[in-house]
Nanobody
Framework: QVQLVESGGGLVQAGGSLRLSCAAS????????MGWFRQAPGKEREFVAA???????TYADSVKGRFTISRDNAKKTVYLQMNTLKPEDAAVYYC????????????????WGQGTQVTVSS
């Protein structure tokens, strides 16, 4: 069993930066791939970024070059550094842990956090 708690969301002006954190509990954190998804009002949940246990990363095209996902296995924490934020990045951001193959799909994840709100003012 893994529990995930996100933090670091907030209000930022367009062009600004935020760093999201996701703290995990459980002894098997190192073996899971970790992902970040986001959901804006009226829209479906969409993939943002993922990192495997070996630290290989995958990004949505919309955030490539602006967002960076990383993990600290000793701290059981995954991070999402978000730079050059745009109003369209505003959403609730969710952290997820899973053992699936296709990390862009929500179905590859077994555990989800409660989400943290990111608001970007123009």
């Amino acid at each position: 069993q893994v529990q995930l708690v996100e933090s670091g969301g907030g209000l930022v002006q367009a062009g600004g930066s935020l760093r999201l954190s996701c703290a995990a509990s459980g002894r098997t954190f190192n073996s899971y791939a970790m992902g970040w998804f986001r959901q804006a009002p009226g829209k479906e949940r969409e993939f943002v970024a993922a990192i495997r246990s070996a630290s290989t990363t995958t990004y949505a095209d919309s955030v490539k070059g602006r967002f960076t996902i990383s993990r600290d296995n000793a701290k059981k924490t995954v991070y999402l550094q978000m730079n050059t934020l745009k109003p369209e990045d505003a959403a609730v951001y969710y952290c997820a842990a899973g053992s699936g193959i296709v990390l862009v799909h929500p179905t590859s994840y077994n555990y989800w956090g409660q989400g943290t709100q990111v608001t970007v003012s123009s």
